[in-house]
C-alpha cells in the first residue's frame, strides 16, 4: 500500500482547490480498500447538512441525499458525533450509534431500507462552525479489522487535505437554510406542545435518535425507570402505542412545517 498511496497522496495534494478533489480522494481510498459508495457532508450545529460530494447512482442519490436532508439527519448517528468535537478519525457507524440504534425507528423506518452491509466515516474538523463526515459505504459485506485500520492509517492526509480543500465552504452554498434549521427545531417542539412537558419532550428527542431508557437516563441524570414511566405517559398523552408512531409524528411534523 505504501509505494501506491505515495502516488495517489501527490494527486490528492495536485486537486486541492479543484472540483476533481473529492473524486479524487475517494479513488485513491478505493484503492487501499474496495467500498461501493463515497459521500462527504458538512455539519454545522443543527444545521442541514451541506452535500458537498456523492458518487451514488440516481436511484440511491434520492434515499442516501434528498430523503436523508428533508430531516432523517438529525437522528444520524454520524450527524450526532460530528457535534462532539472530542470525536475525531475514523469511526464504524456502529462505534458512535446509540445503545438501541439497531432497535430503533430511525433504523427501521430509515437506514434499513438503504440495504448497507456497513458505513464507515472520517469525522473532520474543518473549523470551529464546520464540521466533515467522509463516508465509505459497502452493500455485501463489513470492512474487516484489517480493511479498517489501512484506512484508518491514512486518516492524517485525509483530514489535512478535507480541511484545506473546503476550508472556505460557506453555509450560504445551500439555500434557505435558516427554515430549514427552525423546521427541525419546531418538529422536535411540535411533538405534544402544550400537552408534554420539557423533560418529556427531552425523552422523545433521545428515544428517537436510538437511545435505551438506561443511556438516556444516565444522560439526563434520571434512573432508567423514571425514562419508562416517561415514555409511558408520552404515549398517553400523544394517544399512540408504539416508537414507530412516535417516528412517524416527528417526520410528519417535518413535512408540515415545509407547507
Not at 444545521?47 to 437522528?75: C, K, N, S, W
Amino acid at each position: 500500500m505504501q509505494t501506491g498511496w505515495i502516488k495517489q497522496t501527490a494527486d490528492i495534494i495536485d486537486s486541492l482547490g479543484d472540483e476533481t478533489f473529492p473524486a479524487v480522494l475517494a479513488g485513491a481510498l478505493r484503492d487501499i480498500v474496495g467500498f461501493d459508495f463515497c459521500v462527504v457532508f458538512g455539519y454545522s450545529g443543527d444545521a442541514q447538512p451541506l452535500a458537498l460530494y456523492e458518487d451514488f447512482p440516481p436511484d440511491r442519490r434520492r434515499m442516501h441525499v434528498t430523503e436523508y436532508l428533508e430531516g432523517p439527519y438529525i437522528l444520524d448517528p454520524f450527524f450526532l458525533a460530528s457535534r462532539d468535537p472530542a470525536l475525531r478519525g475514523l469511526y464504524r457507524l456502529s462505534d458512535i450509534a446509540p445503545d438501541r440504534f439497531y432497535q430503533g425507528e430511525y433504523f427501521r423506518n430509515y437506514y434499513e431500507q438503504t440495504g448497507l452491509a456497513e458505513e464507515i466515516g472520517y469525522l473532520v474538523t474543518v473549523r470551529d462552525d464546520l464540521r466533515l463526515v467522509v463516508s465509505l459505504m459497502r452493500r455485501e459485506k463489513r470492512f474487516s479489522a484489517t480493511e479498517f485500520r489501512h484506512l484508518a492509517a491514512v486518516t492524517p492526509v485525509v483530514q489535512a487535505a478535507s480541511r484545506r480543500h473546503w476550508a472556505n465552504v460557506s453555509r450560504d452554498t445551500t439555500h434557505d437554510r435558516a427554515g430549514i434549521d427552525d423546521r427541525i427545531r419546531t418538529a422536535f417542539r411540535s411533538i405534544g406542545e402544550g400537552v408534554l412537558t420539557p423533560r418529556e419532550r427531552e425523552i422523545v428527542e433521545y428515544t428517537l435518535q436510538g437511545y435505551s431508557a438506561d443511556a438516556t437516563g444516565k444522560t439526563l441524570g434520571i434512573s432508567p425507570g423514571t425514562v419508562r414511566i416517561h415514555r409511558r405517559n408520552i404515549y398517553a398523552k400523544l394517544r399512540i402505542s408504539s416508537q414507530g408512531e412516535l417516528f412517524s409524528a416527528f417526520i410528519s411534523a417535518i413535512m408540515a412545517g415545509q407547507t
